[in-house]
């Protein structure tokens, strides 16, 4: 028998769902236990998805709304919500998961900046483009023109995100949220106040065969409000959403790299840095940044290194600093962060040639003994910049 007393800042669903947490580890994942039962609302999805008729009736049961909740491979207590609930909802959803959390996010925007031909052989594959760090309010209020447009188009996802914080949201082109956090009780509430029931077994629309339609999919004078209001131009999701990412300055990043740092390894990586006489400037920023840096600059090596010899010994210091954590942070944290680092590690390798010379490390870095790999050797398509460099460094006289 437990007992549970309310109080201590956490309310008493909290209280019921931590224990239940705890008590299912050993046994079967639940999120439900204790928590009062909600009723089932159906779900009235975005106009830009479309079900099957056919699915519906071999399914025989009616989409609702709710979510689902998995802890994430290879994370400690980091969780992944998956959530779906009617297009109207979704706006207000977005801002609860913010609100008393984080303060400023960046955007993540989704789509096809270019028409898709239904000829294509191949399958088109969407851009992805961040923004700056922005205030929450702020980012709301720049989004608020293009919500209902966002949330309806089939082809368009968006979302927020603050690496340091451990927080993604993202609303797909399959028009699911997806919610990434280390804080599974704080979500589990908030779906609770939101009168989203938790799940343990169904079939969401993604699952069942769908169409995905653009706006401009629908007959004139079939939208309803307030989609009804605009014109064809502005319907289109490629003219819209190149409007923000004009707006906000986005950039398109590479979706190579995909991982998870909870708060608390990111206080852990924090800790680590600060102690470091050469890399405690870097303590309070973003360490997620230094790993998806890592990757950009592998795959612009791959490319054809366009940047000086600077440039080139400034992506190789990113790399110090993250082996800089890794030799220092728990057995848990080393073995996440050489998994996040493989891909791109062995990528790198593959690239270097003449690898018995070595390229000087950056004065910003701390030794570190062996030499690493990445400093054995040089890519082998150097651009003409880091080529003349290199020249000027007599490092393609033959080697005594």
């Known amino acids: 028998m437990f007992l549970l007393i309310p109080g201590g800042g956490i309310d008493f669903n909290e209280q019921i769902y931590y224990l239940s947490l705890r008590l299912d580890k050993t046994r079967k994942f639940s999120a439900t236990k204790g928590l009062i039962a909600l009723s089932k609302t159906p779900l009235n999805l975005p106009l830009g998805i479309q079900v099957w008729k056919s699915e519906l009736r071999r399914n025989r049961h009616l989409l609702i709304e709710g979510y689902t909740m998995t802890a994430v491979e290879g994370g400690a207590d980091a969780y992944r919500f998956t959530v779906a609930a009617s297009a109207e909802k979704i706006p207000s959803i977005l801002r609860a998961f913010c609100d008393g959390q984080v303060e400023e996010a960046f955007l ?19 851009e992805v483009f961040y923004s700056a760090y922005c205030p929450i309010d702020e980012l709301f209020r720049l989004l608020d023109p293009y919500m209902d447009r966002l949330v309806h188009d089939g082809f368009v996802g968006f979302g927020l995100a603050n690496n340091r914080c451990g927080l993604e949201i993202f609303f797909s082109e399959e028009k699911t949220i997806s919610c990434f956090t280390d804080n599974p009780v704080r979500v589990t509430n908030l779906m609770h106040r939101l009168g989203l029931p938790h799940i343990e ?5 993604m699952d069942l065969g769908h169409d995905h339609l653009s706006l401009l999919c629908h007959p004139d004078g079939s939208l309803p409000e307030p989609l009804s209001g605009y014109s064809r131009m502005e319907l289109d999701f490629i003219r819209f959403c190149a409007e923000i990412v004009e707006d906000l300055d986005m950039y398109p990043v590479e979706e190579t790299l995909s991982f998870f740092l909870t708060r608390k390894e990111q206080d852990a990586i924090e800790a680590q840095l600060k102690s470091s006489l050469a890399y405690s400037e870097y303590a309070t920023e973003d360490f997620g940044s230094f790993l998806l840096d890592w990757n950009d600059f592998v795959t612009e090596c791959t490319e054809g290194f366009d940047g000086d010899l600077i440039d080139y010994q400034m992506g190789l210091h990113l790399r110090d600093v993250i082996e800089y954590v890794i030799e220092h942070a728990d057995a848990d944290l080393t073995s996440k962060l050489l998994d996040i680092v493989n891909d791109s590690d062995e990528r790198f390798q593959k690239l270097l040639t003449d690898r018995r010379k070595r390229i000087d490390r950056p004065s910003e870095s701390a030794p570190i003994e062996p030499m690493p790999f990445w400093y054995q050797g040089v890519v082998e398509k150097p651009g003409a910049t880091l080529r003349r460099d290199l020249i000027r460094k007599d490092w393609f006289k033959p080697a005594r």
């Open 108 to 126: 993540i925007l989704e789509y096809y900046p270019h028409e898709v031909l239904p000829a294509q052989e191949e399958a088109a594959i969407p």
């Open 201 to 205: 077994e169904t079939s969401f629309h």
